[in-house]
């Protein structure tokens, strides 16, 4: 179906039939610039509910065709109750965005109504889930809207951008498009581009695997997957984590796994699966090293996932971190917020350690001293604080023992998994092929976890 205007990009995205609209009758009120002559239908954004495959959603979709869609006071308020009512009644709200920004006859009625939205979404950030899906322009005070939700999707021919790229310093669009899908998704902006009829099938997978609220199970289906299916093919993770977490999904099947990000941040996958017929999160290693941007895109999923009770699985194969001038600037940033979101997190924690943790990144990545629940390390799986080899050469002080003699006792008594277990930083060394079975099970076993944390308005890292 054609996704050329906002109604027929409601209708794409909804079940057939499911969307009633709200406000359909709503016009602006301004009459300065002689706006009183001018007819606003609907005041530019179509506002309803429907459903995605029977499951309640809130939608706004704003229309360029009417003063460019452009954000004005009844436009605003028409958003507002739309987020008013989704968290009344605990419902996803999607936002398809198509807009030149601001009102410029309304000016400071148009400026506080830019307020009301942000305030609205700040309000449901962590009560219902908040997707973005940018079809035209966004830009300016709209960028903040779009960046106040939990995930954005993109058109690939629109545009974010908060100055435009020909107002930034040195640059002109013909060099380096800022506004882009391209260097939005490579930022780390945003979560999925495609096509627009891409952008709308996307979107309905994705729901399909969010809870509708913080307080809901939804995301949980009926599932009749082997249980104790063994991963045959399940190999070593990087460079191709997203097919060792497609082998966890049931039934294999990746209309069960969403990767979020996949351009930004390439040493680390995120995504949300559904495995055993509930939604999880996992962070999996794609690269030995992580970056700052893996460690973003970890820390954002895990934060999400947290909000709304969904558990988090680690994938861990990791030796250390990334060692550019862009990453050491950043690093102990972003390794502190994603240590913190680990630590601070209260849903179901559970790390396989599927080769190395190494260093300080075997706590990054959710060790049992940072508050995993289970801990699994594949039998071959090596931890410690260096590799044997760096510390046999640190250590040797005298010719008592060659290197390679001291490499081999430093493996065995600092080094292994066996060493890790017997400590109890490993609860269970497992096989590889029998993963999938030993993450249903804690799953379950955790199922009805439940956490005291001390008292306190929020955490002040980030």
Known sequence: MATDSARARVNSLLDENSFVEIGALVNA?????????????????????????????????????????????????????????AVKVGAPVIGLIDSSGIRLEEATDALNAFGEIYRAKAKASGVVPQISAVFGNCGGGLAIINGLSDFTFMADKAKIFVNSPNAVDNNKEEVLDTASAKFQAESGNVDFVGSEEEVIGALRQFVSL???????????????????????????????ALFAISKLADFEDMSNVFEIKKDFGKDIVAALVRISGRTVGVVACNEKKLSADGADKAARLIRFCDAFELPVITLADTNGFATTKDDEIRLPKALSELTYEYANATVAKITVICGEAVSSAYNVFNSKGLGADVVYAWQDSK?????????????????????????NEYETLQGSVMSAAKRGYVDTIISLCDTRKYLIGALDML????????????????
């Open 210 to 240: 969010l809870p509708s609220n913080n307080e809901a199970y939804d995301a949980e289906v009926d599932n009749d997957d082997d249980l104790n299916r063994n991963l045959e093919g399940f190999e070593v993770l990087n460079k191709n």
């Open 29 to 85: 009120r301004n009459t300065d610039f002689n706006l009183a002559n001018v007819q606003t239908p609907a005041d530019g954004v179509v506002t309803g509910y429907g459903q995605i495959d029977g499951r309640l959603v809130y939608v706004y979709s704003q229309d360029s065709s009417v003063l460019g869609g452009a954000v004005g006071e009844m436009h605003a308020k028409k958003i507002v109750k739309i987020y008013e009512m």
């Open 447 to 462: 199922y009805t976890k439940s956490e005291d944390v001390l008292y306190k308005k929020h955490g002040s890292v980030k």
């Open 383 to 407: 931890i410690g604080i260096m590799n044997s080899k760096d510390a046999a050469y640190i250590l040797k002080k005298d010719d008592s023992q060659s290197l390679e003699e001291l490499e």
